[in-house]
DNA sequence: CCTCCGGATTGAAAGGTTTCACAAATCTGG
DNA sequence: CCAGATTTGTGAAACCTTTCAATCCGGAGG
């Protein structure tokens, strides 16, 4: 029976107090902990019973001092809001959980595109000596990246492929992934298509649009047949305002197609489109990049370039835990090939 | 200037190192970190070589391991994928931002629904004697939460009002928010409503629902004039089911307008809608709730019952520092008032 | 009866930081 | 030049767990 005096804190109580109760050393408890084979069913019994008895926590900062290093993997997201990263968050979680057998954790640093909070976390869970970190950077090729990894904790980086060679990467191949889009717009009858994105300084978005030149070029179409609509972001907003300025080309110029740097600008692009009474897909056909699920959901069902999402997360921990375990690690670079999904949103 | 050994692996330096290298004693590497003030500054400016030298970089277990708790916050979130809770969880970070003098993580956690994830997550982040922990739980009433509150760790109750008073909460009033939604059907001449969602599960969904009925009752219509469509879940998907069921009712009582449980269900209707040439809002009224940015960038932008998101995270955030430097603290339970945005979705 | 063995348990060290009482050095003003 | 105050710096204890060599014990084999 607990007796709790009046005024006392119920102060938490530790191995050493745990010990005391059951009558056995510290070491005992330990075992009982760690190593349950070594201690009779009888001592265990009673260990165990001063355990709930006394409200006993595992105090797991000790544990990692002891240890060296903690159980606990992290994913620097760069945009939270964005359901193409909560996903592959979610195929991380997924890995973990397989992997770590209940006792990894994941948690997850929402970086907002701001280099200051990005590397305010990537400080913490360097301090924190974390297993290793996941991330998908503001600037790829960051010198932080590499002096993190260099002083020993494991990084890999997530749908983004930096130059260096001090981490492993897992990415998708956006090359790819834009020539297909196009290839099948240009397969519909399309001459004339609009690229919608910031492809300044995204390297991603610049490799889409990139794909986006050799499929034109593959059908003897001139780069002159891609017409650019710079945004300055990738967000829904940019995709209206990109659409207002499409709508309002003349006739003669105006494109018979849109590919959208990926599925918020193309899901904004559909809302000016309904807006403005033209017909998805007959006035324009759209194609979207990511999938995401509400490109699926919109009103117009939205053709888009799927990336393996799930599979980029999974694989990332699998790399990650790979470098954390292995002792002569060979950094690797992962790529995956996306597909297009075909949905009402190009078919007339 | 570093000397390394060819084969030695650079092992990490801890202050003991530092305060070596640097011809000092720990007491005084530790005072340059925690109190440069009692430092002078030249030896202060030698203890700063010594670390970058080493690349020393700071044990955060042992740091805790001393202090008793850590410098860390956690959101265990329902769902990762709903934009709802990853905008709780920026205005959370805003908070934490802001009070934290740069010494402040948030983490995330993603639960996805499962209690068994979330368990695991709670047990972990008590081990790790965490500041706080923020959750959005599954079972709002379940027994653990007020054990953990027991045994020390503050905890906040985000977007549900559970029954005990072991904690804080911050929550919307979902009565009034319903009941918002459906007045304002009611003021464009429906009489006829269906109310779609898992009212059966959810305390949440059942309040909207019961506020919708207190609207109705107000405008002197019976409760008979809600036509309840039940779904298991509140994804896009049911909103598509409920849809077509909602179609596939007879004219003579087939509701002309429609209150979302929550925006994905919504856009699933919409979308359904828009395949089967239902005009929308002329053939059918729809309300969503939340109000996502998805909400606003749909093809026809819905009307939502808009909760103030960021806000309730960064009011959990304030409640659970309040709790953990307080002595006598007292739990507060605060309910913010929902919103109606009236979109193109209702009016005709 | 003694020795040896294996299983169960113990005790102490280690891990890196913070804190705090204290010592040393420097300064103030008389 | 001294008493006292102030500024700097020091050393050791404490935080809680894990690990590992050492000890203890009962029993088997001789």
Redesign the interface.
Known sequence: MVVREPGAEPR?AGMKEVAAAAGVSLGTVSNVLNRPGRVSPATRARVEAAMTEL?F??????R??RAGR?RVL?YVMLD??N?FF??V??GM?DAA?AAGE?DL??????S?HQPS?EA??LG?L????VQGVLITPVDPDAPLLGEIAR??TPVVVVDRTPEGTTHCSVAVDDVYGGEIAVRHLVEQGHERIAFIGNHTSVGQVRDRRQGALRALAAAGLGPDRLVDLTTTALT?ADG?GAGERLAGLPASVRPTAAFCANDLVA??L??TC?NLRMSVPADLAIVGYDDI??A??????LTSVRQPRRRLGRTAVELLLAEASETGHEHRKVVFTPELVVRASTLR
């Open positions: 938490a409200r926590v595992r105090n797991e900062s000790a990692q001092l903690s992290a939270g809001s359901p909560t996903d968050a979610a979680e959980d209940g954790s994941l948690f997850l640093c929402n907002a909070r305010a976390y913490r360097e301090q924190q000596r002083r020993g829904v209206r899901l904004g559909l809302q309904a699920e509400f699926a959901a919109a009103a117009v069902p």
